[in-house]
């Protein structure tokens, strides 16, 4: 991201002075308790000089000790005062802090910032210290300077003749720098974002890159970032010579002409103790406040405006989909979006124990599900999952997808939940963008999420008001978790994740997605878990629901046999028909339909498949072991995830 300070300098200017402005009582405090410090440095050089002219030179010892006094007592004055500054600072710094922080977060959230991360634990803080340091610098320079001109005027005039042109001169030579410097700086910080934009996207692509064969393509992309970063970093430092040179002209040249010309001086009426009174301004005053000032304003203060235009810059965000990204390594995924995954904590839903919120004309006379033309990548340089792929699902519909592993099935469901953006093309829920209808779908993935609580929490939380165990028992029946809610003790019992078999974890999900008042459910392998019995029943719970369109992740032919469509995915390429029809269209179909299943017939099967694996029938990979007879079943819930069946 470029921001163009020529032009964004004013708005950061004008939302700077209404911060200030909207804290006035905490300026003038601050102001208040810096005449303190400006009274110290006033009364330490004085006091010197008199100390030296009117007692020890004088022969009056206790005259000098008196006015050391007052210097020591105006120091303990400017250290009380210096605490109170503190508080004040604070008092500016803090919220300055927390509004740059709820506007990063609320970007990220709505644009997935993958810089949000430097911008949150990096920018801000640069932020937060630079200002609270600038503060400090510049009020106590101010404040200083103002004590120590008063103090070298108040002991002879001619005095400021030799100290204030090279301080003019320092301070206009590093004023000049500035610009220079600013520019610099944000060209470090815009190389530092890039290098954290490009790790966090090869950390989170590693596999991809890994398979595709880029691991030497990446580091040497890694590697340019860390070398712009490096020579960003060394032509800051060169120009930051030059506020050396202004801190010597503008701090340590008044001393040297101070002492040069003091034989001049001492011929005008200066005394030994006005030229010590004057060095002491210098070298304890105007000096070090000199040096913090160029170095808060030099270093801290310009990376404070940059980073001030980085973090409020309207519109900040990194390219969106479809637009032109840096070509670096494999992004594996441009945006995510909340919602439901698998029943992650969240209440959606518009009501229990009612039907799914009633479809608008448009959606009665249309889809309920739409991509048009998507194609989606794992990143700019992976091979598309989809390309130009369209799917339509009519409201009420149930259409099952099948294909082979890692073809991209569970890749589609989250696009049609929302929860991935297609590079190009769009994804319709409902007739209306999938990003503004999460509270029309509902999606459980193969890994059903179950949280430690009651099993009434877990079955309800998508309601958005508490339903009677009425619906509850009735969605838990439909689905066939029923005899599971008993045997736990009922809605109220106390569930243990670690205590529950896959297979119960996914019950308890479906149950909870069938008491959802949604109208699309998405069953990505939701069933896999399950027995062939117990699947039937949960999808045919799902498929009976009025006004619900499912969409099924099938691992099993039964449940391709049930859907009144079949999506078969190869490549980048997709078949839909019904199952007689991809038989004789789809070579894929017929393969994976010859390894789910076996002779028919023997257990009486509604879809004429065999509900029982058996060892050496086809699709069979080493991994189905008999029990037993063959067509013997064990009971949902009886086979917890430590113990397989028969020990096998």
């Known amino acids: 991201m470029t921001v163009d300070a020529t032009t964004d300098t004013p708005r950061l200017r004008a939302e700077g002075l209404r911060f200030l402005s909207r804290r006035r009582p905490v300026l003038f405090a601050l102001a208040g308790w810096s005449l303190l410090e ?24 206790t005259t000098g000790l008196g006015w050391l006094a007052v210097a020591a007592v105006a120091v303990a004055a400017g250290a009380y005062g210096t605490g109170r500054v503190f508080r004040a600072v604070s008092a500016l710094v803090e919220p300055l802090r927390d509004g740059l922080v709820r506007r990063v977060v609320a970007g990220a959230l709505r644009d997935a910032d993958h810089a949000a991360v430097s911008r949150l634990t990096h920018q801000v803080e640069i932020a937060r210290d630079t200002f609270a340091g600038l503060v400090m610098v510049s009020r106590s ?55 954290a934009q490009s790790l966090d996207a090869t950390a989170a692509g590693l596999r991809d890159i890994t398979a595709a064969g ?36 503008g701090g340590r040249l008044p001393v040297v002409l101070l002492l040069v010309t003091a034989p001049w001086l001492l011929s005008r009426g200066v005394t030994p103790g006005d030229l010590v009174g004057a060095l002491t301004y210098l070298m304890y005053a105007l000096l070090p406040a000199l040096q913090s000032l160029m170095q808060a304003l030099g270093t801290a203060g310009s ?62 006379a249309g889809a309920a599900v739409e991509l048009r033309q998507v194609t989606f990548a794992y990143g700019p340089h ?91 028992l009735a969605s838990a029946r439909a689905v066939g978790a029923y005899e599971l809610l008993l045997r736990l003790g009922g809605p109220d019992a106390t569930v243990v994740p670690s205590g529950l078999s896959a297979g119960e974890r996914q019950l308890i999900a479906l149950a909870r997605a069938h008491l959802a008042p949604v109208p699309v459910v998405l069953l990505d392998e939701a069933t896999c878990h399950l027995d062939p019995a117990a699947e039937a029943r949960a999808e045919r719970a799902f498929a009976e629901r009025p006004d619900t369109t499912l969409i099924v992740v099938a691992h099993r032919i039964s449940s391709a046999r049930r859907a009144d469509r079949v999506l078969v995915m190869d490549g980048t390429h997709a078949v839909c028909g019904t199952h007689d029809e991809l ?6 179909y017929c393969d994976l339909a010859g390894g789910w299943s076996e002779p028919a017939g023997a257990l009486g099967d509604a879809n004429g498949v065999h509900p029982v694996a058996g060892p050496g029938l086809a699709g069979d990979g080493g991994h189905v072991v008999a029990h037993s007879p063959v067509g013997q079943m064990q009971a949902v819930g009886d086979l917890r995830d430590a113990r397989p069946l028969g020990g096998e």
């Open 38 to 61: 400006a009274a110290q440095t006033f009364l330490f050089g004085y006091a010197l000089a008199r100390a030296l002219d009117h007692g020890f030179l004088a022969g009056r010892p």
């Open 141 to 195: 320079f101010v404040f200083t300077a103002a004590g120590a001109l008063a103090g070298l005027a108040s002991l002879a005039p001619v005095l400021l003749l030799v100290v204030v042109p090279p301080l003019i001169l320092g301070l206009g030579l590093f004023l000049v720098t500035l610009r220079p410097l600013a520019r610099r700086q944000e060209t470090f910080l815009a190389a530092d974002e890039a290098v």
């Open 214 to 249: 880029a691991q030497a393509r990446t580091a040497a992309e890694a590697d340019d970032r860390f070398t712009d970063e490096f020579r960003a970093a060394r032509t800051l430092a060169r120009w930051g010579v030059l506020r050396v040179l202004a801190v010597a002209v």
């Open 303 to 364: 990376r404070l405006a940059v980073v001030l235009r980085r973090l409020t810059a309207q519109g900040q965000s990194i390219p969106g989909p479809g637009s032109a990204l840096p070509a670096t390594a494999a992004q594996p995924v441009r945006r995510l979006r909340t919602g439901v995954w698998g029943g992650a904590p969240g209440r959606e839903g518009a009501g229990w124990g009612k039907k799914p919120p009633r479809p608008t004309t448009r959606e009665r």
């Open 382 to 472: 992976a091979e598309p999952v989809f390309q130009g792929l369209d799917v339509t699902v009519p409201a009420g519909g149930h259409l099952t997808v099948v294909g082979p592993s890692g073809i991209g099935k569970s890749t589609l469901t989250a696009l049609v939940a929302g929860l991935l953006v297609p590079d190009r093309g769009e994804v319709l829920l409902c007739g209306e963008p999938v990003h503004g209808g999460a509270r029309r779908r509902v999606l459980v993935p193969q890994e059903a999420y179950v949280f430690s609580g009651s099993l009434r929490d877990n079955l309800t939380y998508l309601c958005p008001d508490p339903p009677p165990d009425a619906a509850v």
């Open 583 to 588: 038989i004789r269209r789809s070579a894929l």
